[in-house]
């Protein structure tokens, strides 16, 4: 059975589906075969399952403990994070690149850093989009219903691109494969810093505040901090070094 050109085939449990499916849409766009597979399953699981934790607790907090779920912080939130991508990837990918560059020519790395571009730019765009559909459904003279089928999808969609686009950070594994653990733990410190600055608990009181707002920007830490010490252990790759001389994979 031929397959869509640019998507990962699952084995025997590939069957045909529509490309107008959101899981097969998002898979097809943000998982193209440039991208290297995952390394280390440990660390593949425990993102994951800090997805799941985060998503879990930020319910938990803001529908039974606050008990102040506002729409518009949500759609707030997605559109500073959004911001806060567009501006710290490309800047820490800079950054790495001034330092790489006294280890080998960066000319090698322009097809990649553009596919990561793409993508980061795709996501953003789909979120954009999604936040905009969102706004109008909850415009009461807008029309809810014929809009209902175009929120739920795009809505669809974008989970499930976060979830291609979790192990590798915009494809920038292909860059080296240290950026993703590091663009991870630096956008999540950020995105973190104006609850902090601000002293804005969410409602909480100042423990559980705390607790809250530095879960997750710890927990990515963290894992980052093991994946790329695993990394280091088991490949030889180091984030100092250029990419070309960084890996001993294939």
């Known amino acids: 059975m031929s397959q869509w050109p640019g998507t990962r085939v699952d084995g025997q449990r590939e069957r045909y589906r529509s490309p107008l499916w959101p899981k097969r849409a998002a ?10 597979d995952p390394v280390d399953p440990l660390v593949e699981d425990l993102k994951r ?16 403990v606050a008990q102040d779920f506002a729409f518009e912080e949500v759609l707030e ?12 990837t490309p800047l820490t990918v800079g950054a790495m690149l001034f330092v790489w560059r006294r280890d080998g ?9 553009f596919g990561s571009l793409k993508l980061l730019l795709g996501f953003v765009a789909a979120v954009l989009g999604t936040l905009l559909l969102l706004s109008m459904g909850s415009n009461a003279g807008a029309p809810v219903l014929a809009i209902a089928p175009a929120v739920f999808w795009m809505m669809a969609f974008v989970v499930r691109a976060a979830v ?11 860059v080296h494969r240290c950026l993703p653990p590091l663009l991870a733990s630096v956008t999540s410190w950020l ?4 609850d902090l600055i601000t002293g804005d608990l969410h409602g909480l009181s100042l423990t559980l505040g705390v607790l809250f707002i530095l879960g997750a920007p710890v927990a990515v830490t963290g894992i980052a901090l093991l994946e790329m010490s695993r990394l280091r252990r088991f490949h030889g790759i180091r984030l100092r070094r250029h990419p070309a001389h960084a890996s001993r994979l294939p």
């Open 49 to 64: 399952f800090r997805v799941s934790a985060g998503l879990v607790a930020a319910v938990g907090v803001y529908t039974f």
């Open 77 to 88: 939130n997605l559109a500073i994070a959004c911001l806060v991508l567009l501006l710290v």
């Open 27 to 36: 898979r097809r766009l943000f998982d193209p075969t440039w991208i290297p």
């Open 105 to 113: 020519p960066l000319r090698v790395l322009r097809t990649q850093l």
């Open 164 to 174: 291609r686009i979790n192990s590798n950070f915009f494809g920038t594994a292909a």
């Open 191 to 194: 995105m973190a810093l104006p």
